[in-house]
């Protein structure tokens, strides 16, 4: 997917091997120190070609090698964390970065201390179009009259298998109180739409903003991305967050913190039964409560975030 936002924009696209860095066993973990050897090398020599004036990481694995050559050749290195709780990546590319960019002033104290000097609270920029979400776009794109209240469901671009079951589960009374508009994903096994005011969408991507915009309630999990989204279109959030062994965690406690923040609702038991999750939206969907989340969602956007992050970029080339 990222190549092919980086090809439409216009702008050359260079891909590396990389590995995965894994904090716990796995035979994997002896084959990808070779992909990450590669990726080092195709990195470093990539960056000797073009000595770009900086490296700007947003984390993830596949940063490390880019940074780490980097670092040998001279060349200053800004990270920026998305997530309330950094990742693997970021806590390496910490030591050799000039500056560590957080959304939050709360995920400084998982930075390690000697390296707490270098952060700078930035927030997460998302695209402006969040900021002018229009609803009756939104409703019309669906096909709704707005005569009730929209729920939108998004699993991520890829969809998600359990939040895509719990709402089929639920979709017929669902469908007699509100609109439900359902991000399914492309691969979705589900049934296809069977009621009315239910429909399935395998992936929005210019309107996501105006639908975001119309809903009363967006479920979803608990991506950084998808937050600060829902932050600058201020709408009410139910969280189900990914969980399990087979995630570090980061999504937990985003979603932890946004409800500390009184800012979203979240559901994260083991096993999630349907009518909890129908319970639940009925408790926010015209109350008062799902008021309150919609006003907190919207006091966390940073509007000015891309803006802050150029203003550290250009500083530290103007420095260097």
């Not at 950094?86 to 910490?94: D, H, Q, S, V």
């Not at 007699?176 to 691969?187: C, F, I």
């Not at 038991?269 to 939206?281: F, G």
Request: hydrophobic share 45%; glycine share 10%; proline share 4%.
């Amino acid at each position: 997917m990222e190549k092919k936002l980086v090809d439409e924009a216009g702008i050359e696209f260079k891909g590396i091997l990389s590995g995965k860095l894994r904090r716990y066993f796995s035979w994997q973990n002896f084959t990808d120190i070779f992909k990450i050897t590669l990726g080092f090398i195709q990195a470093f020599c990539i960056l000797l070609k073009v000595h770009p004036e900086i490296i700007f990481s947003k984390g993830g694995y596949v940063s490390v090698p880019p940074v780490l050559a980097g670092k040998l050749l001279g060349i200053p290195v800004i990270t920026h964390e998305s997530d309330y709780t950094p990742g693997l990546a970021t806590k390496i590319n910490a030591v050799f970065s000039k500056k560590i960019l957080l959304s939050v002033e709360e995920t400084r104290k998982y930075i390690k201390p000697k390296y707490r000097d270098k952060c700078v609270v930035v927030g997460n920029p998302v695209r402006s179009q969040f900021y002018n979400g229009n609803s009756g776009k939104g409703l019309a794109f669906l096909g709704f009259d707005g005569k009730k209240p929209l729920i939108f469901v998004v699993g991520g671009s890829q969809g998600s298998g359990e939040i895509n079951q719990l709402i089929w589960d639920i979709r017929r009374p669902l469908a007699e109180k509100y609109y439900v508009a359902h991000q399914v994903g492309a691969n979705s096994t589900i049934g296809k739409p069977d009621v009315p005011g239910y429909v399935q969408i395998p992936f929005i991507k210019d309107e996501i903003a105006d639908v975001i915009a119309a809903a009363s309630l967006v479920i979803t999990r608990a991506g950084a991305g998808s937050l600060w989204e829902l932050s600058a279109v201020g709408r009410a959030a139910l969280l189900i967050p990914l969980r399990g062994s087979g995630t570090r965690g980061d999504q937990v406690m985003n979603a932890l913190y946004f409800k500390e923040q009184n800012a979203a609702a979240v559901l994260m038991d083991d096993t999630i039964k349907s009518q909890d999750l129908l319970a639940e939206i009925e408790s926010i969907v015209g109350t008062e409560r799902g008021a309150a989340l919609s006003v907190k969602m919207a006091q966390m956007a940073k509007r000015d975030s891309a803006a802050s992050i150029a203003c550290q970029i250009v500083t530290l080339i103007k420095k260097d």
